[in-house]
């Protein structure tokens, strides 16, 4: 059923009673052309773009929850595309490109709110920095502007420009940046999918990869094994526990990301403001809940909570730049948890085992990265080659020294 | 998060860095083949379940930590100076 | 309604405070609410999305309804709780969400079209055109929603937080806290008795309870008595434990300054992190509304909150009052009402085999169809096992039974447990390491059940921490049955049934959500929103769970449940973030120059957490690059004065110390005579340059190693790492003395003189070396080195002589014609040079980018060296330090484009570092990464920086632009 505006009008007239299930739950067949493991955003949308792009609609989502149950219902809902580093660059403004056709796409609101993005910076060497990331961003054909402190100051009064630890010297500001609806990402993509035939199965946990010669066969799972020439491991936060079943041992080490969600409140913040010196980054979410985060708690955790060090590390950060918002109380914390790669980039790849591939590694920026990553991973599950703007995502470029280091601090896990 | 420095109690986790998995202690031959360093460096067992990883008492002793916890629960199981590992000096 | 005799407020204290405007009465021991409802408001706040009328629920924080913005100045707090504030002299409160007031709304349109915002509807539409979203719909989303307002000013007030450390941890201070505190603290145990209510006691504070023959607020203050007198107890009122972490870690929130007014001596909050061994859960249990058409209107309460209001604050919420309820407690309220003299219209009980002896007409199998009353309740109309009726009530009281209050046992994952004979959802055991849950909030919901719990909870955290349980006698209380039959809401009417007041989801939006196949407890809350409003879903997801469960068919237990997080109350930033405000939100470094440059009327620019100095203007100087310009030439022609101690200092001592540093520097240092200094570069094990900075043999076995200020901390845990994790054996020992030895450079033709004419007896230093000096008494260290390219020394004191020396150094230099130098001057001196800072080794770089991969020596292991030599970290495609040359100037951060390509990511040729003009030269210099760049030399790139609108051609040369030979360094 479409969606619409006159929709919603005549369905409340006739007291929503015609309104349909979003998507089938259909029993998992014996055999698919492909099979996604994952139900989160990025597998369901990796599902979409098969289907939409490739013509293969044979195909199933295994999810061992719900549909949307991973960091896809558990993030910030930040989208930007302000990468520098080539690799990057084109992955992101890819991404953003569907971001911006993704309602008309699916026939889904996700709410994608282009409301700007501010990156503030608080010192000559910050400034740099982001000047270099900012031409990044437009040699790729996307928008940035350098913002000196009056600049700031001119669309964030509210900052505190006299006291804070780190004054402020300016921001770059990528008009673009914005926020979406995170759950509706996830049920956007798996109604679209579920429209173009594909099975979305949910309470089904794989618990097995097959693999036969070095090609796999299909998955063993809770409600039974499944044949498939083509497999795709979509399962960031649980990436080691899936490859592993092949055998696999991955460069990525998992942790905890909190964040935070205060009641509602009327506007105030109008756009999304990032601080230069202390992970800390807040927007408000149309609902009114002021939405924030900070860095990693930072021990290798799958507990999908957190603890009080970096919650109050986040709270500090936020009196020091913006003191308006201490007396707004926090409704409620959550723990995500990131597959961290060594570098901070992702991978999207073939493995070594034939029509086995891997997509995971989106360390704390998977959700912009939704788009482009299931359709990135479509292409490649499809044509079996990486689509050019994922062609550096590789699994081995750790072992070849062709590292993704956007923030620098070292293709370790213990560098980050 | 609690640890318990063997030089120093029962401590806030506030007080040290975390530095990833055991297996950076375990760092290979200078000669070693390429995957041996890959593996060193990068790939990891990443467990959901006990692991034993590395902390440093950076606001206390100094001490580098060899620590055997649960990842899922946040348990702590032990507590050891890596300096004083078996086999643990060159 | 006040009564007269009733309740525990102070009648002596007499307070004054208003409401959107209107002043009322209220007395000192008042919260809001039960103030307002003394004085007959009962409309109090709108709703989220319907903006419907909406009075006081409940008598807790978990009020879902009456939230209020309480104004102080210019300041104001929203979304405070009526029921949690208490009143004080001049106390301002004001209703939110609403427009133009409270009484008239223009969004109440909303309520009218209900139908077409169903559950998701936005999701729906909105959608075409494009553009309309954020220009249209959204904002107008985002202006109807939300609920109170920040001032948009400042918090300029205090806040605090606080540490605290005991045995046994009790949370709650009802029957089943105050035994178990008790019990504990007679143990000798450490106890902290945390209340989130201004006063202790629980339901035996608010109900009329009797314990061992005496009135329960008696036995509750003799218990508080003996409790106060011990030395190793702590109480603490106002004070919500928000959540439960990692062994044995609560957040807690106090209230501690909001309860008296603008009080300048008196944090408004405190966040304490309390550590304890054990830990007792005694939260209680919170009563559950029901569902039935326009359930939510001012007048309809909760039967506990009812009684709350009776007996703590001696206020009744209405003259005429009916009650609904599914179980035997809450006709407490009933007869408690009756007993003060209120008329109670009649008793509604769901059940249909309930008695009916009571002294007010009981209604069996009975189910409310309806309300009305627009701005508070006025009728109900009902069904009943002998027909239908309709009572003109302006009170209804309803229970639907109790959740216990189990959300710190889910903090850490916990999952709850489903009791079918309570209806209720109870804490999975051991759900908390060493936390054990007793009375209510573990589903034991009579008074002597709760002093039982109390004690052997306490028992059991006593014998886990090894101390023996005293001999207590239980004190006696009532022990009844808790008699409930489960019921959610009214079948089979049409009409909205509201299940989250506070984000206005009804049973029917719930059954959409079902009906759109968002089956799952997780979707349904998300499609919903049930249970993400401000009470984080404490009133209504067991009913919502129940509501859903019967929409797709299966059990509760099947459906599952929503999780509870951190924090159990909403919890102000301010409070968590206490301390973080202007400066300390990171500590602040000052050179022991500091002062002595600001004197000189230097701006102090950041440096990390360090303060530094970024130039020294002379009269006359308009501009920083005047002075920068002065400065720098300054510095070529006579001498200038730098302090340079931010670099960090480690003090390396021990046998193996010379063979550590072959491990962590790629060069090699054990064959470093003693009295020399070596320029070192240091890998990561990823093979990436960590950090550079020179190392001094000061003796056989003992080396003085700097490192930049960015990576001093850095350098520190990784020789610490290499030392511990791979030779522990080695005799070797690390110090930082980074804050133990001011340092200061003084470079120029003249630098010689200048030291000269300080140290008496200049000692014969060659390029490179280190001597001991003395200056009067105090030892000292002079190095001859030089990060400006002309001949230079630093010279190290202790610290406590840093500013006398510094003084007198830029003394001695003003005589020569020199003087001191910024940071700016030391930038385009380290330029001109060619010398490398963070700006170019920013953790990407390799020993090959910058050119010295001849510095990673081959005969030799060092920490990087496998992984440097890994294809990918050397060759033509990467990019290459080099200099870039230009007549006008360039921008750190532009790119670089061969000339006639066109400008786009995959033509970029590289990226610029660093920028100046260089006054020496007369040029504008730059260092940058160029693609293949050292095969580059002559060639003209094109320098694009976009940002600020440069787009000019430069010449690539060496990045040594100075003095390439180094002939002055070593003159």
Known sequence: ????????????????????????????????????????????????????????????????????????????????????????????????????????????????????????????????????????????????????????????????????????????????????????????????????????????????????????????TTRGAIKAKKVGMVVAGRSSQVAAMAGMRLPIESHILQAFVTEGLKPVIDHVVSFGMGHFYISQSDKGGLVFGGDLDFYASYASRGNLPMVEHVMEAGMTLMPMIGRAKVLRSWGGIMDMSPDGSPIIDKTHIDGLFVDCGWNYGGFKAVPASGFCMAHLMATGESHPVAARFTLNRFATGHILDEEGTGSQHNLH | MRLTCPLCGARDRREFTYYGAEDYLNRPAPDAPPQAWDDYLHNRDNPAGVTRDLWYHDMGCSSWLLVTRNTVTHEILAVEAVADRKGGAA | MRLAGKGLIDRGQPVTFTFDGSTYQGFRGDTLASALLANDVRLVGRSFKYHRPRGILTAGSEEPNAMVEILEGNQQTPNVRATVQEVFDGLAARSQNRFPSLKFDLLGINDRLSPFLSAGFYYKTFMWPRPFWEKLYEPLIRRAAGLGSLSRQHDEAQYEKAWAFCDVLVIGSGPAGLMAALTAARAGADVILAEEEARMGGRLVSD??????????????????????????????????????????????????????????????????????????????????????????????????????????????????????????????????????????????????ASVVEDCPVYVNAQITGTAGRLGLTSITFRHAGGSATLEVDTLAMSGGWNPTLHLTCHMNGRPLWREDIAAFVPAPDAVPRLTPAGACNGTFSTAGAFREGQDAARRALAALGRSAPDLALPQAEDAPYALAAYWETPGVEGRQWLDFANDVTTKDVKLSAQENFRSVEHMKRYTT????????????????????????????????????????????????????????????????????????APMIEAGLWYRPSYFPKPGETTWLEACNRETRMLRDSVGVADVSTLGKIDIQGRDAARFLDLVYTNTFSTLPVGRVRYGLMLREDGHVLDDGTSARLGEHHFLMTTTTAAAGLVMRHLDFVHQAFCAGWDVRFTSVTESWAQFAVAGPKARDLLATLLGEMPDLPFMGVADVTLGKVRARLFRISFSGEHGYEIAIPTRFGEALFRDLVARAEILGGGPY?????????????????????????????????????????????????????????????????????????HLFTPGDRVHRETDQGYVTSVCYSPTLDAHLALAFLRNGRARHGETIRVVDHLRKIDILAEVTDPVFHDKEGVKLRA
């Open chain 3, 208 to 353: 009329n309870l009797r314990v061992d023959g005496q009135p329960g607020v008696d036995w509750v203050e003799g218990t508080l008595a003996e409790l106060r007198a011990l030395p190793n107890v702590r109480l603490m009122t106002r004070t919500t434990v928000t959540g439960a972490y990692d062994d044995g870690t609560f957040g807690a929130l106090e209230r501690v300054g909001l309860h008296c007014g603008p009080a300048p001596h008196l944090p408004r909050e405190c966040f304490w992190r309390i550590v304890a061994g054990q830990s007792v859960l005694a939260a209680g249990a919170l009563e559950r509304p029901l569902a039935f058409p326009d359930n939510d209107r001012p007048g309809i309460m909760l039967a506990s909150a009812v009684r709350s209001y009776l007996h703590r604050y001696g206020v009744v919420p209405g003259h005429r009052i009916a009650l609904i309820a599914n179980n035997d407690a809450a006709r407490a309220t009933a007869r408690d009402l009756m007993a003060a003299g209120v008329k109670v219209a009649a008793i509604l009980d769901t059940r249909p085999d």
């Open chain 1, 1 to 220: 059923m479409r969606y619409s505006g006159l929709r919603v009008i005549t369905e409340g007239l006739f007291g929503n009673k015609g309104w349909k299930p979003a998507w089938r739950d259909p029993a998992p067949k014996a055999e698919y052309d492909a099979i996604i493991i994952g139900g989160g955003g990025h597998g369901l949308s990796t599902a979409y773009y098969l289907a939409k792009n490739h013509g293969m609609t044979n195909i199933a989502v295994l999810e061992k929850g719900y549909l949307g149950s991973g960091n896809i219902g558990r993030n910030t809902t930040i989208v930007r595309a302000n990468y520098f580093l080539p690799g990057n660059s084109e992955f992101y403004s890819h991404s953003m490109k569907l971001w911006e056709g993704l309602e008309l796409d699916l026939n889904y609101n996700v709410m994608h709110s282009q409301r700007g993005l501010i990156n503030l910076f608080h010192s000559d060497g910050q400034r740099d920095a982001f000047v270099r990331r900012g031409n990044s961003m437009i040699n790729q054909g996307d928008d940035a502007i350098l913002l000196d402190r009056e600049g700031v100051r001119e669309m964030l009064p509210y900052l505190d420009f006299e006291q804070t630890r780190f004054p402020i010297y300016g921001g770059l500001y990528h008009p673009r940046g914005g926020t979406a609806r995170h759950d509706a990402v996830a049920w956007g993509y798996a109604r679209g999918a579920d429209r173009r035939g594909v099975d979305l199965i949910q309470n089904c946990e794989v618990t097995g990869i097959d693999i036969e010669g070095g090609r796999v066969t299909g998955v063993q």
């Open chain 3, 530 to 601: 049930q249970g993400m409003a401000p009470d984080q879903g404490k009133n209504s997801n067991v009913g919502a769970l129940a509501v859903l469960a019967d929409a797709t068919g299966r059990g509760i237990p099947q459906t599952g449940t929503t999780t509870f997080r951190p924090p159990y109350v909403p919890t102000s930033i301010a409070a968590m973030g206490a301390g973080g405000r202007g400066a300390g939100f990171a500590p602040q470094r000052f050179l022991t120059s500091d002062q002595a440059s600001r004197d000189r009327g």
């Open chain 3, 822 to 894: 910024g940071m700016e001057a030391l930038n385009v001196l380290r330029i001109e040079k060619g010398f490398i800072t963070h700006a170019e080794i920013h953790g990407r770089t390799t020993a090959f980018d910058i050119g010295m991969e001849r510095m990673v020596s081959a005969k030799k292991d060092c920490i990087g060296k496998a992984a440097a030599a890994r294809p990918g970290m050397t060759g033509p495609e990467r990019d290459q330090l080099v200099g870039l040359k230009a007549t006008s100037p360039m921008g750190a951060g532009a």
